[in-house]
């Protein structure tokens, strides 16, 4: 078969993650075209993967204008900005790879989506946690029947206390009106696995509550200043971007988080100093304009009688090793971060241990524990043969678990239940 030609537009860090594919499967996919506003992103993009200048864009609505050029384009741009382009591509007749979350309204969602059907191009939503082993192995495990029928979810994501600083008080995602609110932004695709882990039966009815703690202005210690580097008493927050960023990088760390707060080239002591010094992540995390909660639980109740729980918490240890127990009529099963998942079976009060799968040797292997690797090697399967059936997260499955968390997060902010109708819509 052909490889698959694609245009990544979005050249940060997600975009530069799902070109690595290439490094390893030039045989299958080829990064042929790169947009992003910002010409250096574009060109490390362009000097790694020998891209045309002709296919070097600061602007990705000249690429939509083009002849088309590729099979598919890898939309990785921030989430307010994901509706234009995968609308006007769609319309070009590439299939789309697109960062979750699709969108940040139910309109924009919705539109996608439409647009996707109407051109008969395949779409496929980075919800990467459907790619994760162990959650495949949970899957394959409550499909089999050994734990019986399920009766309840609990799924737990701790994000981490310098992660949650880093993304969502400092970073892109810290304001709602500048982003999206945390259940979308982190956590959409934690609402979508409970879907998928139950698979066939509707959620009817859904709860919500969270808030933002201690990241606020009156919690800022006495003879702090507004930034890291002119602090005296930084030494005593565990928050300090000092801390989170410039011991990484003296540890010879120059990937992400530090490789994000550091716009310029090359990753080295004067330019995070200087970044720290003016940019948004040298900033005090009391200090910022931050909105989004930290803390939430969603409650989810099911027409068969099932419940679900999610939590996500900013203030853990654990950076996202998420923690599943799923309780059966015949059995429980539980898995925390890679696995192994367990199951113990009530009949015989015996645990056994279930291996999951690793994603072959490969430039993305560290990635969301292999889950970055299955996913867009699914989604090159499918563009090469046509087999749709390869994308776990197709445009209508996707839609309606996006449905589910704009219903959580109204639960939430009007402090009430929320009703689910079978097509998704909600009261």
Same mark, same amino acid.
């Given at each position: 078969m052909a490889p698959v030609r694609a245009l990544i537009v979005g050249a940060g860090s997600r975009g530069e993650v799902y070109s690595r594919f290439s490094l390893d499967n030039s045989e299958n996919f080829q990064v042929v075209g790169v947009a992003d506003p910002r010409l250096f992103r574009c060109q490390r993009?362009?000097?790694?993967?020998?891209?045309?200048?002709?296919n070097v864009f600061t602007d990705w609505q000249e690429a939509a204008?083009?002849?088309?050029?590729?099979?598919?384009?890898?939309?990785?741009?921030?989430d307010q900005l994901h509706k234009a382009p995968a609308v006007a591509f769609a319309d070009r007749g590439y299939h789309i790879l697109l960062e979750k979350p699709m969108a940040v309204t139910e309109e924009d969602c919705r539109e996608i989506v439409s647009a996707c059907k109407r051109n008969n191009v395949i779409l496929s939503v980075c919800h990467v946690l459907r790619y994760f082993p162990p959650v495949r192995k949970i899957k394959e495990l409550i499909d089999s029947g050994v734990i019986g029928d399920v009766v309840h979810i609990q799924h737990l994501e701790p994000v981490g206390f310098w992660h949650f600083a880093h993304s969502y008080v400092r970073g892109n995602w810290r304001n709602t009106a500048g982003s999206s609110f945390s259940l979308l932004a982190k956590s959409c695709h934690d609402v979508d696995l409970i879907r998928y882990w139950l698979s066939g039966a509707r959620c009817v009815k859904v709860s919500s509550f969270g808030s933002l703690t201690h990241f606020k202005p009156e919690n800022k210690? $006495? @003879? $702090?200043?507004?930034?890291?580097?002119?602090?005296?008493?930084?030494?005593?927050?565990?928050?300090?971007?000092?801390?989170?960023?410039?011991?990484r990088l003296q540890q010879g760390h120059t990937g992400w988080p530090v490789s994000v707060v550091c716009p310029q080239e090359p990753v080295d002591v004067e330019n995070l100093t200087e970044a720290l010094r003016t940019g948004p992540y040298g900033?005090?995390?009391?200090d910022c304009d931050n909105d989004v909660v930290s803390n939430q639980v969603v409650n989810f109740q099911f027409d068969g009688g099932q419940t679900a729980s999610f939590n996500m918490v900013a203030f853990t240890q654990e950076i996202c090793e998420r923690q599943t127990r799923i309780s059966g009529t015949k059995g429980e099963l539980?898995?925390? @971060? &890679?696995? &192994?998942?367990?199951?113990?079976?009530f009949l015989t009060q015996k645990s056994t241990e279930h291996r999951c799968e690793t994603a072959p040797p490969n430039m993305m292997r560290g990635m969301h524990g292999g889950a970055d690797f299955?996913?867009?090697? $699914?989604?090159?399967? $499918?563009?090469?043969? @046509?087999?749709?059936?390869?994308?776990?997260?197709g445009p209508q499955d996707t839609l309606q678990s996006h449905l589910l968390v704009f219903a959580a997060e109204q639960a939430r902010l009007q402090d009430r239940v929320i009703t689910i109708h079978p097509d998704g819509s909600y009261s």
């Open positions: 993009l362009q000097q790694q993967y020998n891209i045309p200048q002709e204008e083009r002849e088309k050029f590729a099979d598919c384009v890898v939309i990785a741009t921030p210690p $006495a @003879g $702090a200043a507004s930034r890291c580097l002119d602090c005296q008493v930084e030494s005593t927050c565990p928050y300090s971007a000092k801390k989170i960023y410039m011991k900033r005090c995390v009391y539980r898995c925390s @971060g &890679p696995g &192994p998942v367990y199951v113990y079976d299955f996913l867009i090697d $699914a989604f090159v399967k $499918a563009v090469q043969s @046509g087999d749709r059936s390869a994308v776990l997260t």
